[in-house]
Each structure stands twice: as structure tokens, then as C-alpha cells.
């Protein structure tokens, strides 16, 4: 079975409060599960998500496992979220076990926990995998508060090429003094003001974590409508109102440590393209 999902931005990065939000792109991560004699799993990461499905769902056959993502890894864009759905996806399936969804976003949100791959059980960045578009949610209750579509906007994502962190390093960070800030980023969220919200987030978590200005200011120079920080980063996105403005800015990008992906935002969910 073949299971596609995408990366995304980080709207609203759910540390401070539980709440929570994320963005779709299109980056897609293919994921192949094939029942074998054998686990065959180049990742460790991967083998232990496996062990933890197996164990929740009592399974007991082996499985060859094997991911080809375009999604940069540890930058903030959603690749260990994207890659604990699809193995929990995937296995379910093969297994004919059918959850409600709330249960299966759930089930995976708690996963990520136990693989430690996040913080809060990033259900924000989960339903985002699993529904594309925009997901608000609260991470703390594992709840959905909703979900709408956006507009397949223009994106360009700049990512240093030699960096590394791993996100749970950052588990003991005092995320609370910021929730008044945070707080008025759900208002303007609410307003439907998404991009600013990005904006206004990754302004607060790059502060914290450090961020490069040069590359937000050749963006913004370059013809963007808005540029930040993805969450806690070190990624940059910028936002273009068209195609045209967003090939230039890339044709036209020169920093060495980075690599860029033009990309859009997109409304894709999960689903099976090989069964
Ligand atoms: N392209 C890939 N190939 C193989 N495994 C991958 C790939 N992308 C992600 N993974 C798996 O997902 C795990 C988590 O990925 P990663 O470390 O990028 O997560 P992250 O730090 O949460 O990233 P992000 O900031 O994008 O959410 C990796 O350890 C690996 O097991
Ligand atoms: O580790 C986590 O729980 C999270 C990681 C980031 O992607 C955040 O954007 C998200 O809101 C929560």
C-alpha cells in the first residue's frame, strides 16, 4: 500500500496554550507498507512508531516500510507528523481496522507523543496532514475546532542546508509567559487573518530560536505579501499573490546555505494512491 500526505506551515504553534494551527503545502510524502517475513525499516524512528502501532492495535506480522518525502526533515514543516499518520494509516488499513476519524486523529496525536516527535501531540499538524487546508485545534484536549479551505496561494520555502534540531529537545522550555500574546493570535486567526497570524507566530517562536532577517527582507523585497518564520523554524516561508512574482524571487535567489522549494498552498488530504 501506497499512502500520500503533504508538509505544511505552522499557523499558530500549539506550545504556549494547546491551541494550535496549521497550513497545507504541497510537498508531498509517499509512504509504502508492505506486509513482509521480516520488518525491513532503514529509520529507527520509523521501526519505533511501528512497534507502538502494534502494540496499541495488537498486530503481530512484520512489515517493510519505506518513505520518499520531499518534505525537509526537522525544519518545521510537518514531516514527523506526516509520517506517523501515514504508518498508522497504513497499518489500519492493511488491517481492516476503520476508526472514526476523531479517534484515528486522536490515536495518532497520542502515537506522536509516545515517539516523541512532539511536544503537545501536534494534532494541529496531524489534522492538517490528514484534511489538507487550514486545521485549528486544541492539542491539549485533542479536539478539532475546525478546518477551511484556502486558496491554492503561490508559496516559496528557504531552508538552511546544514542544520539540525530535534523538536523534543525543547520540552522544557516555560512556553506559558507568552499566552497573552498567543491569545491575540487566536483572535486574529478567528478574522480569518491567516497569513499575519503565520507572520506574527513564527516572529515570537524565531525570536526564541533563533531566524535569519536577510532572507524574510529578500522575500518581502523580492515581491512577497508576507514572509516569517514556519512555527519554530528554522524554515522561511514566503507568500506570493502569483506565479510569476513567486518564479522570479526563486530564479532570482542567491544565499548558498539555503535551499529553496517553490511549492502552493493546498487543500489535499491523506488518501491511498496504491492499495
Ligand atoms: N524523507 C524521509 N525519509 C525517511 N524517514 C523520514 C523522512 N521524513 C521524515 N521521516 C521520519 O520522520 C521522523 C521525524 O522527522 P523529523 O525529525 O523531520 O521531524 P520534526 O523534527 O518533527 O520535523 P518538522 O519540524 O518538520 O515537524 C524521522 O526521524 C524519520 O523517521
Ligand atoms: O511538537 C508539537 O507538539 C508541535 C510542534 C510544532 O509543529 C507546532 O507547530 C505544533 O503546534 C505543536
Given amino acids: 500500500m501506497i499512502v500520500k500526505t503533504n508538509g505544511g506551515l505552522s499557523v499558530i504553534s500549539a506550545f504556549v496554550d494547546g491551541i494550535g494551527s496549521a497550513i497545507s503545502l504541497d510537498l508531498p510524502m509517499y509512504t509504502t507498507v508492505i506486509e513482509s517475513d521480516s520488518d525491513k525499516i532503514g529509520d529507527q524512528k520509523i521501526l519505533e512508531t511501528l512497534e507502538i502501532i502494534r502494540n496499541k492495535y495488537s498486530i503481530n506480522k512484520k512489515y517493510s516500510v519505506e518513505i520518499k518525502s520531499q518534505i525537509p526533515q526537522s525544519v518545521g514543516l510537518k514531516s514527523s507528523s506526516a509520517m506517523t499518520l501515514s504508518l ?12 472514526k476519524e476523531d479517534e484515528l486523529l486522536r490515536s495518532a496525536a497520542e ?48 531552508y538552511p542546508k546544514f542544520y539540525h534540531r530535534s523538536t523534543y529537545d525543547m520540552k522544557d522550555i516555560d512556553f506559558k509567559k507568552y499566552k497573552k500574546y498567543i491569545q491575540k493570535l487566536e483572535l486574529l486567526l478567528n478574522s480569518k487573518y491567516v497569513y499575519e497570524t503565520m507572520v506574527l507566530n513564527g516572529y515570537l517562536f524565531g525570536s526564541l530560536f533563533g531566524y535569519d532577517p536577510e532572507i524574510i527582507n529578500y522575500f518581502l523585497g523580492s515581491g512577497a505579501i508576507f514572509s516569517g518564520i514556519s512555527g519554530k523554524g528554522p524554515a522561511v516561508f514566503a507568500i506570493y499573490e502569483d506565479n510569476e512574482d513567486r518564479d522570479n524571487a526563486a530564479s ?22 496504491y492499495q
Avoid: H, W
Avoid at 512532539?118 to 478546518?147: E, H, K, P, Q, W
Avoid at 532570482?252 to 494512491?273: A, M, T
Fill in 88 to 99: 498508522l494509516y497504513a497499518i489500519l488499513r492493511l488491517n481492516r481496522i476503520y476508526l
Fill in 111 to 158: 502515537i506522536s507523543l509516545k515517539n516523541k516527535t512532539s511536544i503537545t501531540g501536534a494534532l494541529d499538524d496531524i489534522s492538517m496532514c490528514y484534511y489538507g487546508g487550514l486545521t485549528v485545534t486544541d492539542n491539549f484536549d485533542f479536539r478539532l475546532i475546525r478546518r477551511i479551505k484556502i486558496e491554492n496561494t503561490p508559496v516559496i520555502i528557504a
Fill in 252 to 273: 532570482k535567489f542567491s544565499y548558498q546555505n539555503y535551499n529553496i522549494i517553490k511549492s502552493r498552498i493546498n487543500n489535499d488530504g491523506i488518501n491511498i494512491i
